[in-house]
């Protein structure tokens, strides 16, 4: 379907792999960059020189990735966006500010013309064995308060318009309460739930606006916390679930297939049994 070049550090690298992917395929061509504090590659390239060199030799998207964190990243789009005016659509805007998150993304569904399909990915949560209320709070204003004004914004955007589809990445965590991180798994669960209730909204009005629910189990991310974790998967495996869920229009995906079987057993495992597991 497309062929993606991502976290390259060495522009030279890149431009060889873009070249010889639009010799031998005319499949579309995605190609990020990981920069450092300095906002440079770790060999050295600039923002601009990513964007000139990749953009004139005909890259169809090209982004960042990996390295710094979401605080960084708005800087860094900024400098891309100026680097190459406009070739390049971006919003940034703090979750757990819902008002601000809702206009910014209302300002980028404009640039881009408008907004067929909408992920909605939004969640964090800690390990908390001594039910610290600081500790979830932000999975709360997170997952909860700034995740509904986000699916609220896309499923309103799509009514109003006639379709659409919208994607809620949830967790398999979400299908029973978990006594290490108890605001994580509540919160899942009350995604889950949400989106369910989206489905019945949508099925009622008879409009074209399927809902996916994608369920992932353990990610090799920085989510992925505590000792003894089992299957514990591959982003890139994840992703593919993900991306073939989305387009097979699902409305529930566990991901990845793997996961299918132990999710079904904790949603109906005896509390008897599932209390002795925390």
Request: hydrophobic share 45%; net charge negative; aromatic share 6%.
């Amino acid at each position: 379907d497309l062929v993606l070049l991502e976290t390259m550090t060495d522009l030279n690298e890149v431009k060889a792999a873009l070249l010889a992917v639009k010799e031998n395929s005319s499949l579309p061509v995605i190609c990020t960059m990981t920069f450092e504090d300095n906002r440079r590659t770790f060999l050295g390239c600039d923002l601009p020189s990513m964007a000139l060199t990749l953009g004139g030799l005909g890259a169809d998207a090209i982004g960042v990735n990996c390295s710094l964190g979401p605080r960084e990243f708005p800087a860094l789009l900024e400098e891309l966006a100026a680097s190459r005016p406009g070739s390049f659509c971006y919003a940034a805007a703090d979750i757990m500010d819902p008002a601000a998150a809702c206009a910014a993304l209302e300002r980028l569904a404009g640039e881009l013309g408008g907004m067929d399909l909408c992920v909605v990915s939004a969640g964090t949560g800690d390990l908390n064995p001594g039910l610290d209320y600081a500790l979830e709070e932000p999975a709360i204003r997170t997952n909860v308060v700034g995740w509904t004004a986000a699916v609220d914004w896309a499923y309103g955007r799509f009514e109003e318009r006639g379709g659409g589809h919208l994607v809620v990445i949830t967790s398999v965590g979400g299908l029973r309460g978990g006594g290490a991180a108890p605001a994580y798994n509540a919160s899942k669960a009350y995604q889950i739930n949400y989106a369910e209730g989206l489905r019945q909204r949508a099925a009622k009005s008879g409009l074209p606006l399927p809902v996916t629910d994608i369920r992932p189990g353990f990610v090799a991310t920085e989510m992925a916390k505590g000792e003894g974790l089992f299957w514990v998967m591959p982003v890139d495996r994840v992703v593919e679930g993900i991306v073939r869920a989305i387009r097979r229009r699902r409305s529930v995906a566990v991901v990845t297939r793997r996961w299918q079987l132990p999710a079904w057993l904790i949603r109906h495992m005896p509390e008897c049994i599932y209390r002795k597991m925390g």
